[in-house]
């Protein structure tokens, strides 16, 4: 009952958003159907005529349909940048086998006997494809442009991960956010989308022979006026622009902080970030959410702007350990704590950028670390028991882990098992309590925000304090879920906003603040 | 009405129709009988131009098909197909009247001559002008198709086993009530068949057809009386006898009694 009604609060706090990524979602479904149509149905009928061109078309039109959607929107990336243009290019290309191998089966099925008929009457060819073939073949043909409807409607929910809007955003702000409220507010309008698109396109399938000549003259302006609703998500008008990922935007120490702390105002698209650090570089975004200790920090020339005002938490990293492990293995805890204070926030986006940006392996970039360090010993017996090391799913939990792992081979004689990643927070922390893992890298601002949830005054107290958060977040895991905090690695993990260092320098922006104030006295 | 002079047709390297060459006279009914891959619809179908020959040529009316648009040189001849062809998107009177329409006769003209064949093809239009196809039966669908060739009053009637599909009672049913429509009358019409009994009651001339060529033609009583060769005579022998008593005048006993004994030796 109690998810209801916050589902039900959600959807009508954000209707204007919901509305708005509905409509967009609509407009990106049929813009690249309309465009699929345009140029699959043509192709279908040629390969009807042209048999020999049919098995390479429709093995073309096979090969990019296998193609997994988030590949397909990488690929674009380089060639037709972030926004609506790669988004609607990803779906058309997912649209086509549909229509076009629908299209050829459909006229193809037609009676041979009655297309001989529509020539011996005298029909020219155009005749017999408007009257004739697409008329008969029509029911087939709409079954293809209802599977390619339903298809985009779920493809473009990716959309939001090249800032091209549409349902995608709440769906993967909420998956970030592990906020179910937020994922079921765009996933339940997707679903009902698809399912009332496909019923409605189920009733023009199964029109009447008669009235389907006016279904197919009037099918293109339909699919036209749908494809307009298709708007460019618009914010405010600011000269520069800025791209967060869908969990920044649903964060409260993040878009939300930034409108209401430093009130800032700037035009925003919604973007993985797997994407966003190669749009900011070519210049296609001016700010974007990341971490501080990020590697293409370093690999794109990028700044993070001071959190002068501090909505940022610290996310200090720690190892986070059973305790009841670390009561049977009285060897890890030293052997653990050798990486405390070892790393700083310098350190670890240069190790970042070295496996991020150099593909270098983990496994050495953490063996070169800790020799360079004097810390690497050569691996002792591993037979005395079995530690079990998670890490999420990002370079900087490997390296990390790859320390650990080395650290605990040379120092103590227990083995290890990597369980590397293990997807989000929610995984790793699951993987913990449940006893599948035994220790992971986790971040205490994540730790506060993600898994405790604190009531609002607590965190308001705690804000922005290395050692506050530290200390309530040791305190509150060892009482509630017998997990252990050891001493922190050194380096702060945090958000910050991020610009090209050339720009930023340029307009004389360090902080938060300095941004606000120059989109204050810079308005369009 | 019909020239063709030395037609071939080959299809990779079976010769379908081998140089043939034969003349059908205005208002004349030619059927051209063989069995199934003498080459006889692949001849049809070249004189409206469903198939284009390899060689030879071929003139409908005095002009040459080879220099006429098909569609416009489609119009102007009806065309019955064995297995109907009837659109199933059509209504019965969509259907009948698609010719006309294609030719760009105004609507009442259309309406008042398909109800005019469907009166004749007993097919009565208050009942039938607004069923689909599939909504009637075999023999009723043969008529449509019949009714649709003929639509037009096209000079010129092209049958490829029209009735081959039907049961033998629906067959001699809308044998009979095609046989008795006026506009036949001044129609040319080149029927195809393997069904013997059908030739000898439509024909006027009849063009035996065996491995692509014209193996002979003549009358009904020519073929039949005076066989050119072996071919000819061992095609009618199954049903000589009953052909020929069908053709000998009822008080003629002697050839009655010749025809007999020629069935009884035969069967031996």
Redesign the interface.
Known sequence: MEQAGSFWEFVHAQSGKLLQQTVQHIGLTFISLLIAVLIGLPLGIYITRHRRAAGFVLGIAGVLQTIPSIALLGFMIPLLGIGPLPAITALFLYALLPVIRNTYTGIDGV?P??R?????????AT?RLFR?DL??AFPVIMAGIRTATVINVGVATLAAYIAAGGLGEFIFGGIALDNTTMILAGAIPAALLAILLDFLLSLLQHTA??K?RTVIRLLPVLLLVLSSLYVLPVGYGSRLLAGFTPEFMGRKDGDIGLRTVYGLRIRTVVISDAVMYKAIFNRKLDVISGYSTDGRLQAYDLMALTDDKKIFPPYYAAPVVRKDVLERYPQLAPALDLLAGQIDDSVMTALNYQVEYLHEQPAKCAHDFLVSRGLYRSPRAGNKGLVRLGSKIFPEQYILTEMYAELIRGYTDLGVDSKTGLGGTQICFEALVNDQIDCYPEYTGTALLAILHPPAAEEARLAGSRDSVYQYVRRAFDQRYDLEWLAPIGFNNAYALMMRRSQARQLNIRTISDLTDYLKNDKL | MIDVANITKTFGTRRAVDNVSFSVAEGENAVFLGTSGSGKTTLLKMINRLLEPDSGEISVGGRRIADQRPEELRRSIGYVFQNIGLFPHYTIEQNIGVVPRLLGWDARRIASRVRDLMDKLKLPPAQYKAAWPHELSGGQQQRVGLARALAANPPVLLMDEPFGALDPITRAAVRKDFRELDELRSTTIVLVTHDVQEAFELADNIFLMDKGAIVQHGTPDQLLFHPSGEYPREFFEEQRFQLEAERIASDDYPALIRAFDHFRKNRG
């Open positions: 009676d006997g009655v001989e008929a529509a020539v011996a009457v005298g029909m020219t005749q004739i008329v008969l022979a008669a389907r």
